[in-house]
C-alpha cells in the first residue's frame, strides 16, 4: 500500500517502521492539516494533533482516501465526520487505541463491570499513566474504558477528570511520567478489599502494529468501523 501519515511524531515514527517492514511504502509524511496531495495515497493514518485531525480526516473522506485516525481531543467533530463519511461513502475508523491487547482489555473491562454492577459496595476508579509530551488528559483509552463501565453498570452517568464528587461519576486520575507508553488501571474498592485489571504497554510497537492492521483491512471497504471489526472481537 501507499501510506500517508498525518501526524509524524513517536507514532508516526513507529508506523513507518512496522509499515516499511510489512512491505508498503510511505508516500506522505506531514504534521500538517493542509499542503499535501491525499490522493497519492491508497490510505491514511492520522496521528496528528486535535486541532489538526478532522480537516485531515475530512480531506481524506473528501478524495475517497480510506483513513484511520488515532488522535483523541477532536471527538466532538466525530458525528460530522461519520455524516461525511456516509454522504461521501467513504472508509473511517476511529480508535482512542489501536493496539490488540487493549481491545481485548476494553471487551475484559465490559465484562467485569457486567459483574460488579450486582456489588453495590464496590467504588470504581480509573488510572491513567502516559508519557509527558502527550497533550490531552485523560486518555482516549481511559474514556473508552469508563464510557464501557457507563455502558454496563447502571450506578455510573459520568466520568470526571480527578476526583470524582459523587457516587454516580467515574473519577479518572492522569498521571504524566518521562518515557511511558501508556498504562492503564481499573479498580474496584469496596471496605473490604480491592479487584484490580490492568494494561501496561512496553513500547510502542502493539499500537502501531495495530494501526497497520486496521489500514491493511480498511482498504476496498466502505462504512465506519471500529477495531472490533477490524479484529474480529465480539462482545463477551
Not at 511520567?177 to 485489571?197: A, C, E, L, Q, R
Request: glycine letters at 6%; charged letters at 20%; a neutral charge.
Amino acid at each position: 500500500m501507499k501510506i500517508a501519515l498525518l501526524g509524524y511524531g513517536r507514532m508516526g515514527k513507529a508506523i513507518e517502521a512496522i509499515a516499511l517492514q510489512r512491505g508498503h511504502t510511505i508516500v506522505i509524511k506531514t504534521s500538517q492539516d493542509k499542503d499535501y496531495d491525499i490522493t497519492t495515497a491508497d490510505v491514511a493514518i492520522d496521528f496528528s494533533i486535535p486541532s489538526a485531525a478532522y480537516n485531515n480526516i475530512s480531506n481524506c473522506i473528501n478524495h475517497n482516501v480510506p483513513v484511520i485516525s488515532g488522535t483523541t481531543g477532536w471527538l466532538e467533530k466525530y458525528n460530522a465526520i461519520v455524516s461525511l463519511c456516509e454522504k461521501q461513502k467513504g472508509a473511517f475508523i476511529y480508535a482512542s487505541n489501536f493496539s490488540l491487547g487493549v481491545n481485548i482489555f476494553f471487551e475484559l473491562n465490559q465484562y467485569l463491570a457486567k459483574m460488579m454492577a450486582k456489588l453495590e459496595d464496590y467504588k470504581v476508579d480509573i488510572e491513567e499513566i502516559h508519557h509527558t509530551q502527550k497533550l490531552d488528559a485523560p486518555s482516549g483509552t481511559a474514556i473508552t474504558l469508563a464510557e464501557g463501565i457507563i455502558q454496563n453498570n447502571k450506578a455510573y452517568n459520568n466520568w470526571k477528570l480527578d476526583k470524582a464528587k459523587d457516587a454516580k461519576t467515574i473519577a479518572i486520575e492522569a498521571k504524566r511520567i518521562t518515557d511511558v507508553p501508556g498504562t492503564h488501571i481499573i479498580s474496584y474498592t469496596s471496605p473490604i478489599d480491592t479487584i484490580k485489571i490492568e494494561h501496561e504497554a512496553h513500547n510502542r510497537q502493539g499500537f502501531a502494529l495495530g494501526a497497520v492492521i486496521a489500514a491493511e483491512w480498511i482498504i476496498d471497504k466502505s462504512g465506519v468501523f471500529t477495531m472490533k471489526d477490524v479484529l474480529n472481537i465480539g462482545s463477551l
